[in-house]
């Protein structure tokens, strides 16, 4: 941490010196004049973000819920839309009672800090009708980062489907909310010591996107494979619910990306414009490359391509202009249709509706990216396009230690679990469908 | 009376319908149903998993027509069906013993 401090203070030092000097000035002069007058609430603000909620929360449900749903098989139908629904309602539990104050209150200690929030706002204490976060009331933007912590464990149920038994489901979603989701958070929005260092992350790349795909590559370790994995035809039950699943997501990204400037600004609307960008570059080289490969350009590819592009720019939104948009698409659709198909071939592992080919590698190609295509009249920050070798560095170092957290924390959950109240159903009931097996209910 | 079983393609349906109704003939039980012939099957790819499906898509056609009429059905159903391309499908005709209108209790080809 403190070398990449070293080196980014080195390559940015001109320009940190240049800061200093101009931030000097007006230090000094304060002695005489007033404090700045303290943020006020913006309406304007306030408005995007109340509906930005909204937003965020359509795209795990019903979106994401209709996205995986169309991907499994009739008989596991509902026990995805439960999987994922159950997943909303324990997150916004956990997020009132503790997990918000863990991820973005400032902890008393400046050590902890760097990895954990504090507990002032348990059970939401001491937020009122008034108080401000920024331009906009601390409830707006608690409920906004609150469907934020809803989407990351909703989004890891992909690579878990047909197999993991509702109960250790429940709880395991619970505990890694805890335990991955508000420490990762927290380092990177909440004040920890990847915000410190300096990594580049406008909605989520790393927090989000990374974190549930390796999350997901662990459960599907720990689980193993789906019965008749191979053998048995495991084609999608209904791909329009799917592609309806996709364009929900699609939607709902505007007030994911768009958002996340937690302002009605130019910094969201280039947001939003960055993210049209990459989806739509992402969707058409998937289904290319695909067209390519196998010869015919499918539904579930350009969906599938689409997200890719949607996950990928996530992290660079706030930062890239739209060319760095376009090659981030680029990248993403490709890269994340060789790791959806090729890759995960070879390696065998049963990720069933491609968690970590996703999210993780369309995740981290966003991440490091970033640091790439920077744009400093946009975000702030110059990437290595524009001479700031350092920032590719320190976008790796978030991605590795978001990585690291992640793999470790998720395997040792699953691991208690796995020896205590076991994790996958049994084959019996596999066979028979979760839905009936275990909801006692039928899609059709 | 017999029995003509016809598995035909889902599309052609329509063509066949008005193909008999043409002749004069009345009422029809359709399902939709799965099989395979010397089609077989065909080969499904979702993101590069492959899946051989060897079950298509058909529909079953039942109709019960008088046995004078047995040869004009058989050609209607034949030339509405066709598209000379494999998985056009069969007809098979068999023996009806008895028939009954339920509503006016008509028998045989009164019933038709």
Known sequence: ?444 | MKLITAIIKPFKLEEVRTALTDLGLQGMTVTEVKGYGRQKGHTEIYRGAEYAVSFLPKIKMEIVVPSAQVDKALEAIQRAAKTGQIGDGKIFVSPIEHTVRIRTGEADDNAL
Request: charge should be neutral; charged fraction near 10%; include cysteine.
């Open chain 1, 1 to 444: 941490m403190k070398l990449n401090g070293l080196i980014r203070t080195a390559a940015t030092g001109a320009a940190t010196a240049a800061l200093y000097a101009w931030t000097a000035l007006p230090a000094f002069a304060q002695d005489a004049a007033p404090a700045a007058p303290p943020p006020k609430l913006d309406s304007g603000d306030t408005a995007w973000m109340l509906t930005s909620m909204a937003l965020v929360l359509m795209m795990t449900i019903p979106g994401l819920a209709l996205f995986y749903g169309g991907m499994v098989r009739k008989k596991n139908v509902l026990s995805v839309l439960m999987q994922t629904f159950v997943t909303t309602c324990l997150v916004t539990v956990l997020w009132m009672i503790v997990a918000y104050s863990l991820a973005f209150r400032t902890n008393p200690d400046d050590f902890y800090n760097a990895y954990i929030g504090g507990l002032d706002r348990v059970l939401l204490a001491g937020m009122g009708k008034d108080t401000l976060q920024g331009t906009i009331p601390e409830s707006v933007f608690m409920c906004f980062q609150m469907t934020f912590a809803i989407i990351t464990p909703a989004l890891i149920i992909g690579s878990i489907v047909d197999r993991m038994k509702f109960s250790a489901l429940v709880i395991f979603m619970s505990v890694w909310l805890i335990v991955v989701y508000a420490p990762i958070c927290h380092w990177v929005w909440g004040g920890g010591f990847l915000a410190k260092s300096g990594v580049l992350d406008f909605a989520g790349g790393t927090v989000v996107h990374i974190n549930a795909g390796i999350a997901g590559l662990v459960a599907c370790l720990m689980l193993g494979r789906r019965t008749g994995y191979k053998t048995e035809n495991m084609a999608p039950f209904n791909l329009v619910l799917t592609v309806i699943g996709a364009s929900l997501l699609w939607v709902g990204w505007f007030g994911f990306n768009a958002g996340s400037a937690v302002a009605a600004n130019g910094s969201a609307g280039m947001a939003m414009t960055v993210t049209q960008i990459a989806t739509a570059m992402a969707a058409l080289a998937w289904m290319f490359a695909e067209w390519l490969v196998h010869g015919k350009p499918s539904v579930l590819g350009i969906a599938s391509g689409a997200v890719a592009g949607l996950v990928a720019i996530t992290p660079a939104s706030g930062f890239v202009d739209p060319k760095g948009a376009l090659v981030i698409g680029a990248a993403a659709g490709v890269g994340c249709y060789i790791s959806a198909t090729g890759l995960k071939k070879l390696l065998g592992y049963d990720d069933s509706l491609d968690v970590f080919g996703v999210h993780a590698i369309g995740g981290i190609i966003g991440a490091l990216l970033t640091g790439v295509f920077a744009v400093q009249a946009i975000g702030g920050t110059a990437g290595v396009l524009e001479g700031n070798f350092a920032q590719l560095p320190i976008q790796a170092y978030g991605v590795t230690a978001t990585i690291a957290w992640d793999l470790v924390a998720t395997f040792v959950i699953l691991l208690i679990l796995k020896l205590t109240i076991g994790i996958r159903v049994s084959e019996a009931a596999e066979i028979e469908g979760l839905d009936l097996a275990l909801h006692g209910e039928t899609v059709l």
